[in-house]
C-alpha cells in the first residue's frame, strides 16, 4: 500500500487507515450499523487512537443525534489531547444541542 496522501501524524497502521476509510465511506452510504461495528472494533484494539475516537464522536452526533455519546467520545480525545480544536469545537457544539431542551 502506498499509504495515506496526507501526513500520518498518529502513526495509524494501514489496517486502521483502510478500516477508517471503510467506516466513513459506510457513514455517506448511511450504512451506520456496520460503520459503528467497524468503528467498536477499532476502539477496542486501540481505544486510545484519537482518529478512530474523533470519528466515533462524529458519527454519533452528526448520524445518529446521540449528542451525549458524542460528547463522550470527543471527551475522551480531549483527555489524550487537551488541545486537539476539532474534538474541542464539537464537544461544544453538541454541548449547546443539549442545552436545548
Same mark, same amino acid.
Request: proline share 4%; hydrophobic share 35%; net charge negative.
Given at each position: 500500500? /502506498? ?7 498518529? =502513526?495509524?497502521?494501514? =489496517?486502521? @487507515? &483502510?478500516?477508517?476509510? /471503510?467506516?466513513?465511506?459506510? #457513514? $455517506?452510504?448511511?450504512? @451506520? +450499523? $456496520?460503520?459503528? +461495528? @467497524?468503528?467498536?472494533?477499532?476502539? =477496542?484494539?486501540?481505544?486510545?487512537? @484519537?482518529?478512530?475516537?474523533?470519528? #466515533?464522536?462524529? #458519527?454519533?452526533?452528526?448520524?445518529? +443525534?446521540?449528542?451525549?455519546? /458524542? ?18 469545537? $464539537? &464537544?461544544?457544539?453538541?454541548? &449547546? ?5
Amino acid at each position: 500500500m /502506498a499509504g495515506p496522501s496526507w501526513r500520518n501524524v498518529y =502513526d495509524l497502521k494501514d =489496517d486502521q @487507515i &483502510r478500516e477508517l476509510g /471503510a467506516a466513513e465511506d459506510c #457513514m $455517506e452510504l448511511m450504512k @451506520i +450499523s $456496520e460503520a459503528e +461495528s @467497524i468503528l467498536l472494533a477499532l476502539i =477496542d484494539n486501540s481505544p486510545d487512537c @484519537i482518529p478512530i475516537l474523533n470519528v #466515533m464522536g462524529h #458519527m454519533q452526533g452528526r448520524y445518529l +443525534s446521540d449528542f451525549e455519546k /458524542a460528547i463522550h467520545y470527543y471527551d475522551k480525545v480531549l483527555q489524550l489531547e487537551p488541545d486537539n480544536a476539532w474534538a474541542r469545537d $464539537e &464537544r461544544r457544539r453538541y454541548h &449547546r444541542y443539549l442545552n436545548y431542551d
